[in-house]
Nanobody, 122 residues
Framework: QVQLVESGGGLVQAGDSLRLSCAAS????????MGWFRQAPGKEREFVAT????????SYADSVKGRFTISRDNARNTVHLQMNSLKPEDTAVYYC???????????????WGQGTQVTVSS
């Protein structure tokens, strides 16, 4: 049984940092392309960051480029999202997801975590 469990969310002020973690079980993250998404109230779920299918590169949404960094620890089977210079518009539930295809569309992510809330106050 595959499980992705996010942690590290919370309430912070604008300009602060948070580090989200996603602990995977039932799959090896080295065999999947891992990504982060977020969903704000009343909005659709949107892409934040992902590793490429080969794992050799990363990509980010324009809104977080230069502020967020995705990383992974294969030994601990964990993916992280370091979020710096947080803004109120970053407020959302953040989800970790895994896909086993080179196609990076959101619909191709096979496994999802339950999400962790990030709230940034101004």
């Amino acid at each position: 049984q595959v499980q992705l469990v996010e942690s590290g969310g919370g309430l912070v002020q604008a300009g602060d940092s948070l580090r989200l973690s996603c602990a995977a079980s039932g799959l090896s993250i080295s065999n999947y392309a891992m990504g982060w998404f977020r969903q704000a109230p009343g909005k659709e779920r949107e892409f934040v960051a992902t590793f490429s299918w080969s794992g050799g590169s990363t990509s980010y949404a324009d809104s977080v480029k230069g502020r967020f960094t995705i990383s992974r620890d294969n030994a601990r089977n964990t993916v992280h999202l370091q979020m710096n210079s947080l803004k109120p518009e970053d407020t959302a539930v953040y989800y970790c997801a895994a896909r086993d295809t080179i196609l990076a569309s959101i619909r191709n992510y096979k496994y999802w975590g339950q999400g962790t809330q990030v709230t940034v106050s101004s």
